[in-house]
């Protein structure tokens, strides 16, 4: 029979094993965010865009950006689509672009540094002015990497043909997001990408959103046309509607887009709630999404948040 004092010990010891496992989740926790931060990815509840893939290695992985990353890579991947590059083309802009500013278009860096791509006016990229503007950026970019046979070089060769950075090698960590994401906005992957998003804290403007689109894509997609709480682009051919529907997915914070369908499918910012159990459902059947009658499958439809 044990003594009140043993059973004293075996509580006790329990306890002490509790409290131990207790405070090594919480540092395991801080050190996941730790890293999360460092690797410029956003923490989970924060919203976010991500993008499955088969990595070359044939692990399938899940990479995440923030919504302003994910607007980024988006403007970014669009000039490619429009200028009618190689995909390749996106895949390295993306994976310099996250090397030189994780994506956020910064006004400060090493010298004379500036903008998502860190292009310095000293060294002939355009005036701050110019280079903050994250359209020119991503032109000037593109342009510079034209004059570079890049189509047989590695990413962190082609990047640093362009870049001339000091630290050359650092470009190829960031090549399977990069991958993942330009394949999924150039339309080469269906139904993709998905963002989690609060709620839209202003109404969308039709317009503007219509504006932004025919500025991102120009002739590589049908022109946008504004209606009343919506925009639509009629039949865009190919891989050049998922890029349309990615694109407004990925640029939904910023433009106030409560809504995307396409090819029979539907994104619903308000569905996009996780818990540990339930993740966000992505995009879904365009009947389950709207039971009175699915927009039309050939069009692109985006629908604006209303107050």
Do not use: K
């Not at 090493?110 to 998502?116: E, F, I, N």
């Amino acid at each position: 029979m044990s003594s009140p004092a043993s059973g004293r010990r075996t509580r006790s010891a329990g306890l002490s094993l509790f409290v131990l496992l207790l405070v090594c989740a919480v540092l395991a926790a801080g050190a996941l965010v730790v890293v999360e931060l460092r690797a410029g990815r956003p923490s989970a509840g924060e919203p976010r865009c991500v993008v499955a893939a088969t990595d070359p290695d044939g692990q399938r992985r899940r990479h995440t950006l923030s919504s302003e990353q994910a607007a980024n890579a988006a403007l970014i991947t669009a000039e490619s689509v429009r200028r009618g590059t190689d995909p390749y083309a996106a895949v390295v802009a993306l994976a310099t672009a996250m090397q030189e500013s994780q994506l956020v278009n910064i006004d400060y860096g090493d010298r004379d540094s500036v903008g998502l791509f860190q292009q310095r006016p000293s060294q002939g990229w355009g005036t701050v002015e110019q280079i903050m503007d994250p359209s020119y950026a991503t032109g000037v970019f593109y342009d510079r990497l034209a004059e570079v046979d890049y189509a047989g070089l590695s990413v962190t060769e082609a990047a640093q043909a362009v870049q001339r950075s000091g630290h050359p090698d650092a470009y190829a960590r960031h090549e399977p997001l990069a991958r993942a994401f330009a394949d999924s906005l150039t339309g080469g992957t269906e139904a993709s990408l998905n963002c989690v998003l609060a709620d839209p804290e202003q109404p969308g403007d039709a317009a503007a959103a219509a504006d932004a689109l025919g500025a991102a894509f120009g002739a590589a997609a049908p022109a946008a046309r504004a209606e009343a709480g919506r925009v639509v682009v009629p039949a865009p051919a190919g891989p050049a509607g998922w890029a349309v529907a990615h694109w407004a997915v990925a640029s939904a914070e910023r433009l106030g887009i409560a809504e995307v369908s396409f090819d029979g499918r539907s994104w619903v910012r308000a569905d996009q709630r996780t818990t540990r159990f339930a993740p966000a459902p992505g995009w879904v059947d365009a009947a389950e999404a709207h039971p009175d009658g699915p927009p039309p499958a050939q069009d692109v439809v985006l629908v604006l948040a209303s107050r």
